[in-house]
């Protein structure tokens, strides 16, 4: 079975109007997209482009409040708890109404050392509440650990806290979204982690290292990573998110390279 290959249409094809990245990619030779953050559009509008496109969505995010503006986000701060319960709503109507395979909860900052401890079993608390709410829709809940290059102060950003996490809730609906450019970025063994990390991963997700382009920009040992996953059978999803160094369509070689079957 080939590798199931999908783009991030948040980062990719910023070319064109949202509602039109889906025809963008489907174009360039993909079959599946993942949109971060579907909200500022309707759902009947997604849904309208994703019929006439035939594509499939495998990943959105839960909705992540002032994160993506400076903030600590809603996932993790004690305070917001009825505010991420919306968020999961929100989320649950565009996953059921877009056939999602998975959500990702960002687990947002922590801007105060003194409350991480309180931030963590918050999120921890949030973690198990959107996995229980997901599961009787078939949609898997998944977080991810993003490096602290770019995001000071994120409350996840390593391997060994996910694992943690993971054991700590012990959710048959939960799992990790594992970023091999963030998790390149913390300086963390990519290739050798991947084997026996398999079997707890929802979702990869990719861009070169260190910074954030299209793989072959810069060190990112790419190619072994794809050969790594495909010796292994993973069947999960694999996204493409990253920002394209020169228009999108201009930096798709990697595509033709490591994902033929995909390529137009």
């Known amino acids: 079975m080939p590798l199931k290959l999908c783009a991030n249409i948040s980062l990719l094809f910023r070319e064109v109007e949202p509602l039109q990245r889906m025809d963008a990619a489907r174009a360039s030779g993909f079959e599946a997209v ?127 806290q996910s694992r943690e996490i993971l054991r700590n809730i012990n959710h048959s609906n939960l799992a990790m979204q594992y970023d091999v450019y963030h998790m390149s970025r913390m300086n963390e063994p990519v290739l050798e982690q991947l084997p026996e990390l398999l079997s707890d991963i929802g979702h990869i997700q990719f861009a070169d290292t260190p910074d954030r382009n299209e793989p072959g920009t810069g060190d990112l040992a790419f190619t072994e990573i794809i050969g790594l996953l495909r010796e292994k059978e993973y069947r999960g999803w694999i996204g493409a998110e990253y920002n394209p160094s020169d228009n999108t369509d201009n930096s798709l070689g990697w595509m033709k390279t490591h994902f033929p079957e995909y390529h137009s």
Not at 116 to 129: C, E, K, S
């Open 34 to 160: 993942e949109i971060q953050f579907p909200y500022e559009q309707s759902l009947d509008e997604w849904q309208q482009r994703q019929s006439s496109t035939d594509i499939r969505v495998p990943l959105i995010n839960v909705p992540a409040g002032d994160l993506m503006a400076g903030g600590e986000g809603l996932a993790s701060v004690p305070q917001k708890r009825d505010d991420f319960r919306r968020a999961v709503d929100s989320c649950a109507e565009f996953a059921e109404g877009l056939k999602v395979d998975c959500v990702n909860v960002l687990a947002g900052r922590c801007l105060n050392d003194k409350r991480r401890l309180h931030h963590l079993d918050q999120f921890m608390h949030n973690l198990d509440y959107c996995a229980d709410q997901m599961k009787s829709l078939g949609v898997k809940t998944v977080f991810e650990a993003i490096n602290t290059h770019d995001m000071p102060g994120f409350l996840v950003h390593s391997v060994e």
